[in-house]
């Protein structure tokens, strides 16, 4: 194997493939990545078994052949260089050597006999989607998943088709749920799916820089993406997503509308003086128009903040987890944020004020 390449070209996808390969004592192959060199163009794959992703950039190749290196030597030598414009690589009695500039590398391979194969899905049933769309409903909703696999089902973002227009992700861990919904347009057959948790930072990190339409397939456990010069397969999860639309309240008895802005500022104050429990206390009085945060720690001290709101309904006072509520406002577009309770045991609803695509339910904690 012999050629030559763009090391800028060449360093973007070693970056991506790096995070998908793995550590495995009875495949020890999973943590290198497979280069292979064939019609004037330079293939990459790695696999971790969760996930598989196959990537190509166009190459001088004077020598086909493939070899497998460690991904993070081969991966922390080639960033190492900034300057540089090309790369070449050849392969030489099983040791790859790596030429940038004036350095040289001299890389052990190993072998590549038991690298996995890499699923492939059928192209011809493929959905179009906009990538930057499906990255964002990732990352609205992610984040509320559960990060422990003893339930897969609820370790997991949920995805399914809403009509002919929407596409709904969801994700809860049982104390918070967030849902967020895209708009697509001419959306074909659309399989739910439920891709594992751990694998959606991947995901996002691999569509996020792409324009193009991605076309998406699931099927035999599998959901793939294909892109331009790239294919990504992540395994999902066989299991039945709790049926959430049944705890959605459909009214509340208190609200309250803030600037999202001064509500972020308060908790980020507040937090200092939560305790081992991140809790912090809301006091809302309707007909004092107060909105009050407060937190206590016996070892750090006290704080009390006021917000200026618009109220409507019933004064109430309750408990809520901190982060579980700063979480999702990094998911909210609106300047201002609706808070609608239903009662001391019922979960809060949060939603942009001005953009209903988002909806965010986190459960009060007990006194």
Known sequence: MK?????????????KAEKMTGKNPTLPVLSSI???????????KA?????????????KVYKTGKCAVPASVFSSFISSFQ??????????????????????????????????IIPKLSKESATP????????????????????????EISSVYIYRDGNDSIVFVATDSFRLAEKRIK????????????????VPEIIRVLESNTKDVFISSENGQIAFFLESAYLVSRIIDGTFPDYQQIIPKESKTEVIVLKQDILNTLKTAHVFSD????????????KKRFEIKTKNSAVGESENNLDAVFRG??????????????????????????????????????????????????????
Not at 34 to 44: F, G, M, P, R, T
Not at 47 to 59: F, H, Q, R, S, V
Not at 350 to 366: A, C, E, H, R
């Open 3 to 15: 050629l030559e390449c763009l090391k800028d070209k060449l360093n973007e996808i070693i970056y």
């Open 34 to 44: 497979l280069i292979e060199a064939k019609n004037n163009s330079l293939l990459v």
């Open 47 to 59: 696999t971790n078994l969760d996930l598989g992703i196959e990537m190509e950039i166009p190459a």
């Open 83 to 116: 300057d540089e414009k090309n790369i070449s690589l050849e392969l030489e009695n099983n040791v790859l050597v790596v030429s940038i500039g004036k350095a040289t590398a001299k890389i052990n391979t190993v072998p590549y006999d038991d690298f996995p």
């Open 129 to 152: 989607l906009d990538p930057q769309s499906f990255v964002k409903g990732l990352r609205s909703v992610w984040y509320s998943a559960s990060p422990s696999s003893i339930k897969p």
């Open 184 to 199: 697509i347009k001419k959306i074909k057959d659309f399989e739910s799916v439920l891709i594992p948790f751990k694998n």
């Open 276 to 287: 081992s429990f991140n809790q912090i206390n809301l006091n809302i009085s309707s007909g």
């Open 314 to 367: 019933e004064d109430l006072v309750i408990n809520f987890n901190y982060k579980y509520i700063f979480d999702c406002f990094q998911s909210i577009d609106s300047d201002s944020v609706s808070l609608s309770f239903n009662g001391l045991s019922k979960p809060l609803v949060i939603q942009g004020v001005s953009d209903k695509t988002f909806l965010y339910l986190v459960m009060p904690m007990n006194k």
